[in-house]
């Protein structure tokens, strides 16, 4: 990407999610923060949703728990559902 900023980099974690590669979503979503991005409500309803479909468990509530307690973002109906969906798939 030639510019990085949290958009392109949010676009590139729902794409890679979106077509099966949660995995990569997951180490983006970690390069963006790396390279001292802040995600916004946004990007964690991306990387939750990911997590979903991943069936990681852990990682959607560290993730979630990361959103409210480090970057002071309110949760929306999105993140809870997204949350929901975590959990019914793991069972």
């Keep these: 990407m030639p510019e990085k900023n949290l958009q392109s980099c949010t676009i590139m974690i729902s794409a890679l999610a979106n077509h099966g590669r949660e995995n990569d979503a997951i180490s983006m979503f970690n390069r963006m923060e790396d390279m001292g991005l802040q995600p916004d409500s946004l ?3 991306v990387i939750l949703s990911a997590c979903s479909h ?6 959607g509530k560290m993730y979630f728990d990361k959103m409210v307690r480090f970057y002071n973002i309110k949760p929306t109906v999105e993140h ?3 949350m929901v969906d975590l959990l019914g798939r793991a069972g």
Excluded: D, K
């Design 54 to 59: 991943m069936g990681l468990v852990h990682e």
């Design 80 to 82: 809870y559902g997204c």
């Design 43 to 45: 990007s964690f309803s």
